[in-house]
């Protein structure tokens, strides 16, 4: 069963469109994705503080190191799992969604578990 939920903002702090899909059981292409060396995993803490594969950066060294990263790969397999705590403000939610998508993510999945701040 796939539940689809489309949300979009209205302009100006955004000039992308934020689509969220929630997903019971990944599809095999898609969790093959998120399998392979080049997985892509960006964590915010309840303090704000970003990871994206272990290495702390902040929202501009994210972008950086992202577009870096999806230079050698194509852009189906530009992926990006987020994982956030529940104590940070939505909006900084969706601001890092915001660079993530900038950078040129063809896909988000976002990870539901409880991070332990």
Do not use: H, W
Request: aromatic share 8%; glycine share 6%.
């Amino acid at each position: 069963m796939i539940v689809e939920i489309v949300i979009t903002f209205p302009p100006p702090p955004s000039r992308y469109r934020l689509e969220v899909r929630v997903i019971k059981k990944l599809p095999y292409d898609l969790a093959v994705t998120y399998s392979g060396p080049e997985s892509l995993m960006v964590i915010v803490d309840g303090n704000r503080a970003i990871f994206l594969n272990n290495r702390q950066t902040d929202l501009e060294g994210l972008g950086k190191l992202l577009r870096k990263a999806f230079e050698v790969l194509p852009e189906d397999r530009r992926a990006v799992c987020v994982k956030a705590s529940q104590r940070i403000p939505y909006g900084y939610f969706v601001t890092v969604i915001d660079v993530i998508k900038g950078a040129g993510a063809s896909q988000i999945g976002m990870q539901i578990d409880y991070i332990s701040d």
